[in-house]
């Protein structure tokens, strides 16, 4: 059973725009959210993370947003660029000592 | 400052053949883990370390998975015998002291196929 689901496998974004990549969890327990970035061949590198005790963490560009009742994150990149295109995945972990639970990846592709 | 390092980057075996994995973490991090992706999903956790202690290895398959990191700093991971669904890329990554916020940092990964 997945706990945290990207249903968007893949996004196509226009340059300049703006991109929002949804990710949705099950697990109650998850106490602290993650999105990291994959570009092909190298490991995930981390980007932007969001406590269970807020509901918007902003840096730079890239924003996420977190509904705790609807078991709910998105991150929204603004102004959308050509380096952006890469594999998004949403992370989620509970307290305690454990790894994180990653959902499957959305593939973003921004179009100029 | 010196990332995450795994070798090799890539290895083809055949089933039921035996292969190792071998990861050096980011000078001074505590926190060691080895994650399985395969193809098309998400990174799956497989064993957690703090410093050369197993934290939690419940989702790794005990019968042919086997992993150490005897001095708290490198870590291999081995595979025994080697099954089809075994080809994945398998992640290293580290932490300063593996708590809640505390970042994971990624090697680029070993990308094994099992013909």
């Known amino acids: 059973d997945q706990q945290v689901k990207q249903n968007s496998p893949s996004l196509s974004v226009q340059e300049g725009r703006i991109s929002i990549l949804n990710c949705d969890y099950t697990?109650?327990?998850?106490?602290?959210f993650l999105w990291y970035k994959k570009y092909p061949a190298e490991g995930p590198t981390f980007l932007i993370s969001i406590s269970s005790i807020k509901d918007k963490n902003e840096d730079g560009r890239f924003t996420v947003f977190l509904n705790k009742s609807a078991k709910h994150l998105s991150l929204h990149i603004v102004p959308s660029q050509p380096g952006d295109s890469a594999v998004y995945f949403c992370a989620a972990s509970p307290v305690g000592p454990d790894g994180l639970t990653f959902g499957k990846g959305t593939h973003l592709i921004i179009q100029p | 400052e010196a990332g995450v390092a795994q070798s090799p980057r890539y290895k083809i075996i055949e089933k039921r053949q035996s292969v190792a994995f071998w990861c050096n973490p980011i000078s001074g991090h505590a926190t060691l883990y080895w994650y399985q992706q395969i193809l098309g999903q998400g990174p799956k956790l497989l064993i957690q370390?703090?410093?050369?202690?197993?934290?939690?290895d419940s989702q790794l398959p005990k019968d042919r998975f086997s992993a150490e990191r005897l001095k708290g700093v490198d870590s291999t991971l081995k595979i025994q015998p080697a099954k089809l669904e075994d080809s994945a890329v398998y992640l290293c990554?580290?932490?300063?002291?593996?708590?809640?916020?505390?970042?994971?940092?990624f090697g680029p990964g070993t990308r094994l196929t099992v013909l």
């Open positions: 370390f703090q410093n050369n202690g197993v934290v939690d």
């Open positions: 697990n109650s327990m998850f106490d602290y």
């Open positions: 990554a580290s932490s300063l002291v593996g708590t809640l916020t505390d970042t994971q940092y």
